[in-house]
């Protein structure tokens, strides 16, 4: 154990959160500002596009919830938001461009939503909290972007909304690998567990709803 890892122990952090029996997975704002190199918001996310793919097939197959977040702007809001005076190119995100779209790579299903955001965290000012409340879901497997952004920022809402959380290394992204690698430290010590891909889609796959349990 390293001495960081033992200062964090001997706080008492880094414990590992139960797995629920009903998880919901969240996809961050795997939108094209995020998503396609050709905008100045964004970089190259095809690895964790392909790897959150699997989960996404997962959660599908288990009959599980997936909900989307992107990032959206009308222009008025782009003069007045506190955030924007310190990350400008965020009020490139408007809506009705291709920016705020959902990467078409995810193959997002008509009746999967997408919860649009101007914050950095997925439950600030919108209903997601009362939507996973709703469908009884007890722990968030948490992917997106961006890693140190509104993927964190979103884990510890989750948290403080009452979820464990999961964070599937191989899914999250970030511009730079100081604040990921960073933000999955804090992250796995503080809020939720960062954990395997694979181990992500055999949870999953461990939570789908037995014919029993469907014709009750």
């Known amino acids: 154990m390293s001495e960081q890892s033992e200062i964090y122990s001997g706080a008492g952090f880094g414990h590992r959160v139960p797995k629920g029996l009903r998880p919901a997975v969240l996809v961050v704002d795997f939108s094209y500002g995020f998503t396609d ?42 003069q007045t938001l506190a955030w924007l005076r310190k990350s400008k190119g965020m009020a490139a995100l408007l809506r009705g461009t291709r920016l705020v779209e959902i990467d078409g790579r995810l193959m997002r299903r008509p009746d999967e939503p997408v919860v649009v955001k101007q914050g950095a965290s997925a439950f600030h000012g919108t209903n997601l909290a009362s939507t996973l409340t709703a469908a009884a879901v007890d722990t968030v497997i948490v992917v997106g972007a961006t890693t140190s952004g509104c993927v964190r920022a979103s884990v510890v809402d989750a948290v403080q909304c009452g979820f464990n959380v999961l964070v599937p290394r191989e899914c999250v992204a970030d511009r730079a690998e100081a604040p990921h690698a960073a933000s999955l430290y804090d992250i796995d010590q503080k809020y939720g567990d960062v954990i395997l891909l694979a181990d992500t889609v055999d949870y999953l796959a461990a939570t789908a709803p037995t014919l029993r349990s469907q014709q009750a």
């Open 37 to 78: 190199p050709r905008y100045p918001t964004a970089t190259d996310m095809a690895d964790e596009i392909a790897a959150t793919n699997l989960v996404l097939r997962a959660a599908r197959a288990a009959v599980r919830p997936v909900i989307f977040t992107t990032i959206a702007y009308d222009p008025w809001e782009t």
